[in-house]
């Protein structure tokens, strides 16, 4: 049996002991009482000296923590609910609203400060890719979006958020009991936060996809109402649902495929699931990503996409490497350190991924077995949450705990491989397979009947993702049987849609006039 931490083909020999546990992963602390929804106020805005002159909400907690469901039974919560939003509170209609602050920050400013830390040759890709349309701008703009919401009105009824929650972090991918699930599939901005900001940012993406797509703005609105109304109705539900019955509750990938009436998008879509089903780690990916070289097994350089680092840089980087391996075997359960143990660490490289992503360090680790049976891992940084400034700091001092906590409380069913890790150099890391079984969606093919139908499913997993972790009864209780809520959900992402795309416009400039570098790939 060869460890994973083993990195032979690298030449190294270095022999490391592993750290206390307590030395790199965070503790967790004592859970406080908070009763949040007794404290209505507009965001969550840091408390400063300023913020009190403006009346800004001053119950801004230290850290982010999640909200008590226990404390009532669900109905008491439920009417807790429905009396917040009724006896006017926090109405629904406030949520229609978007106003920006006068002192709203520079968005090109928000964006450069979020390139600190970054890889910086790669910087001017994340920007490049930010340009090509007005939804792109906003996948790679969750930091400045986060700073946005925390103006907007809340119930400060917090769930575990995605952060991120835009439709193209949503996707359809393999259970360890080999089902295709669909759900939310990125992680990286999770934290205890409202509610509402997750419904809000997956709105707006559809106001932006359905603009980028060409189609009326009708039916953009329509979308982004359709995501509130099912939120909304399938809260409901969860919040009468017993609650192991809803931890068990997944959605299928094949209600995604019935939602279409388009027969020629229905055939892609079944056509790419059965081409992702056959497309294994060994007779597909392995050939593809891995070439041979003096008898080793290498992965294939890509650049500027897949690369190795410099020569000069790769001993110190190997040992690095190889503790933070051994750190990231602990965060896994123990028959999964076994099965880990079946594996060494052959290569790494860097491998550019996503759009805000970009300019993390992200690396792909080749994993072969005594047989050379393949497996891939994805070793991805994790950086502080864009919701901490204004929801709080995470209970998780690692911060790739802090996405692997985040995705088990919110996915029905989450990688075996799943776990976190820290370098010497301070950056946290979290592991996962890669190419397992997993398949994006393709929206932009849809017309306006896909994008209402596509809106209902997403909002459906996001309504049970927040049920898993937050108060579904006081949120369906809040709001209600009728329709103000996705009324002002649909105002609200047409005048956001708006506001994204006058930003992407600033970042337009700012790249015209050299303040900005930009490569379009």
Known sequence: MVPPGNIDAFATSATLKLPPHSATFGSRPGKKWLDLWHHIAIGGRPVTSESKKKGASTTTQEQAELHDNTMTPRDERRDSGQAMAEKSALPRELHAAWNPPADRPNPVEVLQKSDEGRIPELIPIRYGRMLQTPFTFYRGAAALMASDLSYTPNTKVRVQACGDCHLLNFGAFATPERNISFDINDFDETLPAPWEWDVKRLAVSYVL???????????????????????????????????????????????????????????????????????????????????????????????????????????????????????????????????????????????????????????????????????????????????????????????????????????????????????????????????????????????????????????????????????????????????????????????????????????????????IQATME
Request: hydrophobic content about 40%; some cysteine.
């Open 209 to 515: 996809l359905a603009r980028d797509n060409g189609l009326k703005p009708k039916a953009g609105k329509a979308a982004a109402r359709a995501v509130a109304k099912s939120y909304r109705e399938r809260t409901q539900v969860y919040s009468q649902m017993t609650i192991l019955n809803l931890w068990y509750h997944r959605i299928d990938w094949h209600t995604v495929l019935d939602i279409s009436t388009d027969t020629g998008v229905i055939k892609r879509a079944k056509d790419r699931t059965t081409k992702e089903m056959k497309r294994t780690i060994e007779d597909y990916y392995f050939p593809k990503l891995v070439e041979e070289s003096e008898g080793r097994y290498l992965i294939r350089d890509n650049p500027p996409l897949i690369y190795h680092m410099p020569k000069e840089d790769r001993l110190k980087f190997d040992q690095g490497v190889l503790k933070a391996f051994q750190l990231y075997r602990e965060s896994l359960q123990e028959d999964r350190r076994r099965l880990l143990d079946r594996y060494s660490l052959r290569d790494l490289a860097i491998k550019v991924v996503g759009v805000g992503s970009v300019g993390t360090v992200c690396l792909l680790a080749l994993m072969l077995a005594r047989d050379d049976e393949p497996l891939f891992l994805q070793v991805k940084e994790a950086r502080p949450s864009v919701l901490e400034a204004f929801a709080g700091k995470s209970l998780f001092e690692n911060h790739g705990q802090r996405v692997v906590e985040g995705q088990r409380i919110i996915q029905s069913a989450s990688d075996i491989f799943l776990g976190w890790t820290q370098m010497d150099n301070g950056k946290h890391f979290y592991l996962r397979q890669l190419r397992d079984v997993k398949i994006k969606l393709e929206p932009q093919f849809w017309d306006a009947d896909m994008m209402v139908g596509s809106a209902k499913v997403m909002a459906d997993v996001l309504a049970r993702a927040h049920a898993r972790s937050g108060d579904s009864a006081f949120i369906s209780g809040y709001l209600g049987d009728t329709e103000e809520f996705e009324d002002a959900i649909a105002e609200f992402s047409v005048a956001y849609a708006d506001q994204t795309e006058r930003d992407y416009e600033t970042l337009m400039a700012a790249v015209k006039d050299g303040r």
